[in-house]
T-cell receptor, first 113, second 115 residues
């Protein structure tokens, strides 16, 4: 079965420091990978996606993600964290069949001043 | 632009009661879905629809029914509520299910507590 895993329940980072939120995926067909963000008491918002091509994908709010096929990873990154980046982040994938997205368990990002 | 609208935002039920969570989208999206969000488990797909009159089961369909009589609306029915259905429910829609194009638009969620 296609799946994604987020190995960290929470990531803590100081404001201004670079941040990384990790995601790995199971090897099954072509992975179409997504990152979403959820602010408190809100629905999820799309950040970025990888379909094919350049392994570094740029998205909203200064976030980017690096697709690494050999490590089956799609880590979310930002060069300089903001307190306002504190939220719950979800990695998701879609399979070749065009089915609905499968989500990871989520990682809570805490950015401290 | 309203996007995806869910009602109610909060609901408390007693075990055995039934209720319907409403979802409407105004983006003319063909694809609509219901997810539930539980701590540490991410979002799990309950049911989805690829168009009016067509629905299918997701990962955790038991205890829920859906119907899709119009493109805009996709209600989720709890037939006989159980404490295990305490969760936050999200409705999401998508313009396409083309691989790699499945960006979802989410409602703001409905928090359900079953006592």
């Amino acid at each position: 079965a296609q799946s994604v895993a987020q190995p960290e329940d929470q990531v803590n980072v100081a404001e201004g420091n670079p941040l990384t939120v990790k995601c790995t995926y199971s090897v099954s067909g072509n992975p179409y990978l997504f990152w979403y963000v959820q602010y408190p008491n809100r629905g999820l918002q799309f950040l970025l996606k990888y379909i094919t091509g350049d392994n570094l994908v740029k998205g909203s709010y200064g976030f980017e993600a690096e697709f690494n096929k050999s490590q089956t990873s799609f880590h979310l990154k930002k060069p300089s964290a903001l307190v306002s980046d504190s939220a719950l982040y979800f990695c998701a994938r879609q399979g070749d069949a065009g089915n609905m997205l499968t989500f990871g368990g989520g990682t809570r990002l805490m950015v401290k001043p | 632009n309203a996007g995806v609208t869910q009602t109610p935002k909060f609901q408390v039920l007693k075990t055995g009661q039934s209720m319907t969570l409403q979802c409407a989208q105004d983006m003319n999206h063909e694809y609509m879905s219901w997810y539930r969000q539980d701590p540490g488990m991410g979002l799990r797909l309950i049911h989805y629809s690829v168009g009016a009159g067509i629905t299918d089961q997701g990962e955790v369909p038991n205890g829920y029914n859906v119907s899709r009589s119009t493109t805009e609306d996709f209600p989720l029915r709890l037939l006989s509520a159980a404490p295990s259905q305490t969760s936050v429910y999200f409705c999401a829609s998508s313009l396409t299910l083309t691989p790699g194009g499945g960006e979802l638009f989410f409602g703001e969620g409905s928090r359900l507590t079953v006592l």
